[in-house]
């Protein structure tokens, strides 16, 4: 599937390089640009809504304000409006659930509260919080069981701490948040007060936060009773050569099973974190390929934001731009795309250029804001074809006493084989191998082993370049003491049939043509057959799946 491709994208890097050191982007065009010569001081974070008619917004925070955008036809951007904050700011964060924006900030606005409803005509402010803190580095909306906006690196007697506000319990929380704690994790039962549990960035779902303490490390926390907050893992430090890194922020694949974590002090590399066991967070990988390497051995580009979806990772890379990698393969990411939002680049010189992307739109449409240069509305086209499976199925073979595995298959010109699995008492394992050929488009495995009961199976797709992709499971229902029954075997076209459930059935000659075909109901019933002697088969299907019975016609 992505041996062939990933080639030639490999050698399109490598020539673009040759050529002139490096291109400004790689399988992603520029849909709009907008940058207001007029606008004071930098752009700052992006982030997206979609409104209950499908519409497309991309918001982004600017030093004095935060404006939208409509940006459903990338072709014809629409500016909304603009709507200002209290003073100029060099950091805004924003998040949106149902009609109402939450944008928090490093200059004193508290938490604004904007209506979205009128969209896309205007937006409108309709309250500031500033009770509880005034400044924040980061917010973050959890919605996968109850509402909840989390605000981290706060003030107001926070010690750079934690405030958790309820948005669902009440119709007035939406617009009017309802604190449910604000704390420091340092001062909780059992923690070391030595330990400074800064949170700089937060990942929250179902009510566990990954957090990115900074020079501290990595940790999760438990937070679905808020009055009993505690740490469910180790705190990791990521290692670097000169000093320990800054963890930054991170996302999560689906599973939650690995973390993609962005540093910004350091050697300023990826790190892919293993979190299948949340009491102990393992360092798995570090990814590290600056753009700018083969040209004059820059190497200290800064990962800034990661954002992970469906199997892409989405890095804002400051001067190395929109970098999007592909991890299929969790553990080995390989970059598919960029777009560089600071043209020109021959030097990595601190944090500016791009800040944010948002990747979750879906249109398929990305935002990416930059410092100096505005919001950038981009199309990604994906170099990599997935292998498509068709069909994957699975019916008992009465004959020969197996389940039978049949699957169809298209756009695979980089298969390796196919590794049939059969869940078993300690998970999957793997019971046999099809070889792929470019010339077949149908396979089959036969499973001799047939237990009673749910027999459960998937298959492993592998790629040439070793990466590979799960289909989705089937399962079979088989019953040994409840086949199809048919007697006497032998007879003058008349005989019994015992089925285990309702089934139809099909009469066949020995030259495979279907000569008759019925309805059965379970249990025993008589067939009376008018047919020239002979021999014939029974096909009898159910949800089951397909048996097959013989029988023999004398004169």
């Given at each position: 599937m992505r041996l062939l491709i990933l080639f030639t994208l490999l050698w399109t890097i490598g020539s673009s390089v040759s050529a002139q050191c490096i291109e400004d982007s790689l399988n992603m065009e520029l849909k709009f640009q907008y940058d207001d010569p007029n606008q004071p001081g930098i752009y700052n974070d992006v982030?997206?809504?979609?409104d209950q008619d499908g519409r497309e917004y991309a918001i982004i925070g600017a030093s004095d304000s935060i404006l939208i955008f409509d940006i459903t036809d990338t072709d014809n951007v629409v500016k909304v409006g603009a709507e200002h904050g209290d003073g100029a700011c060099s950091w805004r964060d924003?998040?949106?659930?149902?009609?109402?924006?939450?944008?928090?900030?490093?200059?004193?606005?508290?938490?604004?509260?904007f209506d979205l409803s009128d969209l896309p005509n205007s937006f409108s402010r309709v309250n500031q919080l500033t009770a509880d803190f005034t400044r924040s580095h980061n917010i973050y909306l959890d919605s996968t069981n109850m509402a909840r906006l989390y605000v981290?690196?706060?003030?107001?007697?926070?010690?750079?701490?934690?405030?958790?506000?309820?948005?669902?319990?009440?119709?007035?929380?939406?617009?009017?948040?309802?604190?449910?704690?604000?704390l420091r994790l340092d001062t909780l039962p059992g923690e070391a007060t030595e330990v400074t549990y800064y949170i700089h960035d937060i990942f929250v779902k179902n009510d566990t936060a990954y957090c990115s303490h900074g020079n501290a490390g990595y940790a999760i926390w438990d937070v679905s009773d808020v009055e009993n907050i505690h740490r469910i893992s180790n705190l990791l430090e990521l290692p670097s050569p000169d000093l320990a890194s800054y963890?930054?922020?991170?996302?999560?694949?689906?599973?939650?099973?690995?973390?993609?974590?962005?540093?910004?002090?350091?050697?300023?590399?990826?790190?892919?974190l293993d979190q299948s066991n949340k009491a102990n967070v393992l360092l798995d990988t570090i990814w590290k390929e600056p753009l700018l390497d083969p040209c004059n051995g820059e190497t200290s580009n800064v990962p800034h934001n990661p954002y992970v979806h469906n199997d892409l990772l989405y890095?804002?890379?400051?001067?190395?731009?929109?970098?999007?990698?592909?991890?299929?393969?969790?553990r080995k990411p390989f970059r598919i795309g960029f777009y560089e939002t600071e043209r020109?680049?021959?030097?990595?010189?601190?944090?500016?250029?791009?800040?944010?992307?948002?990747?979750?739109?879906?249109?398929?449409?990305?935002?990416?804001s930059d410092?100096?240069?505005?919001?950038?509305?981009?199309?990604?086209?994906?170099?990599?074809?997935?292998?498509?499976?068709?069909?994957?199925?699975?019916?008992?073979?009465?004959?020969?006493?197996?389940?039978?595995?049949?699957?169809?298959?298209?756009?695979?010109?980089?298969?390796?084989?196919?590794?049939?699995?059969?869940?078993?008492q300690n998970g999957f394992e793997e019971i046999g191998r099809i070889e792929f050929t470019d010339?077949?488009?149908?396979?089959?495995?036969?499973?001799h082993d047939v237990k009673n009961g749910h027999n459960v199976y998937r298959l492993k797709i592998v790629d040439l370049d070793a990466t590979f992709e799960y289909s989705e499971v089937v399962q079979l229902y088989n019953e040994s003491d409840h086949k199809v029954s048919i007697y006497p075997s032998v007879n003058q076209g008349q005989f019994t049939v015992e089925l285990p459930l309702e089934s139809t059935y099909s009469i066949i000659n020995f030259a495979g043509k279907y000569i008759e075909k019925g309805h059965l109901s379970s249990g025993k019933q008589e067939l009376q057959l008018s047919v020239p002697a002979g021999h014939y088969l029974l096909k009898i299907e159910s949800i089951q799946g397909i048996s097959f019975a013989r029988f023999l016609v004398l004169d």
């Open positions: 982030w997206g809504y979609v924003m998040k949106t659930w149902r009609n109402t924006l939450y944008a928090g900030s490093e200059c004193g606005d508290g938490l604004l509260i981290v690196g706060a003030n107001g007697g926070l010690g750079e701490g934690m405030a958790i506000y309820d948005l669902e319990s009440d119709p007035t929380y939406e617009t009017e948040p309802f604190l449910l704690k604000k963890v930054h922020s991170s996302w999560n694949t689906a599973d939650d099973a690995y973390a993609y974590v962005a540093t910004e002090v350091g050697v300023r590399q990826m790190y892919i890095i804002s890379y400051y001067q190395d731009g929109v970098n999007i990698l592909d991890i299929s393969d969790r020109n680049n021959t030097a990595y010189n601190g944090t500016t250029a791009n800040w944010g992307v948002y990747p979750f739109f879906p249109s398929g449409t990305i935002i990416g410092t100096n240069n505005g919001l950038f509305v981009l199309e990604f086209t994906n170099p990599i074809v997935p292998l498509e499976l068709l069909s994957f199925t699975a019916h008992f073979d009465v004959r020969n006493n197996a389940n039978v595995l049949e699957w169809e298959i298209a756009n695979s010109l980089n298969v390796a084989e196919f590794i049939v699995e059969k869940l078993q010339k077949d488009a149908f396979y089959e495995f036969k499973d």
